[in-house]
């Protein structure tokens, strides 16, 4: 078991070397990475939007009702404020990004996959092509800056699902909310939440991609290489995140 652990690492770290060369032709690298924007970034934004919207709501409403059940009083103009720091600590960063494993995750591997069970990668490989990085670079790049954009187009949406759970339930006034997202909260959050996503970013890119290059057999291997790639991806993001942390707040 621990051999087999350690020819994964030592295969996605070769894996990893052979994708992050220069292009051998950037015509082809900016047409496929446009492609890539749009399958795993673009396609992302409707199901990003939802759930934010709907998380950011539960989430205000979770924080007005433990400041109503504090023995102490708490101004409602913090429920704006906690939820914003919520969003961004948190939620958006972490929660989104393991949306995304099962969404792109799974789609990257089971595309590359089924391009190896194809032989379409072997014959990409007898051309002279370098086909990890034909393949899986332009993933890599559309991910490591696409994520960032949907991770604050989350935090915008939820912020905006808090102000209307206020409205719809009166439970706290709107110049009381914006008075709380207005409230300082330090630039390092901010950061912290970034930092976090380019990292996962990079491992939702990676991850699902060692999966699909590596998959052996036919159609029924390349499904539990996606369910494989989904799980060890969002394991990978959750241990990246506790180190992230220790790293940049503690």
Known sequence: MLK???????EYIILLGKSLQKPQKMRVFWK??????????????????????????????QMFNNFDASSFPIPTT?????????????FSPTIISLILAGKVGSYIASSIGTMRVSEQIDALDIMGVNSPNFLIFPKIIACVLFNPLLIAISIVFGIGGGYMAG??????TENDYITGIQMYMPNLFIYYAFAKTTVFAFIIATVPAYFGYFVKGGSLEVGRASTQA????????IISELILTQLILS
């Open 32 to 61: 496929l990475f446009m492609r890539e924007i749009n399958d795993l970034g673009v396609n992302s934004f409707g199901l990003v939007v939802f759930t934010s919207i709907f998380v950011g709501a539960v989430v205000a409403i």
């Open 167 to 172: 409205i719809l339930t009166g439970n706290w």
């Open 230 to 237: 989904v799980v060890w991806t969002m394991v990978f993001i």
């Open 78 to 90: 913090f429920v704006g404020y906690a939820t914003k720091a919520v969003l961004v600590l948190e």
């Open 4 to 10: 087999k652990f350690f020819t994964a690492v030592g």
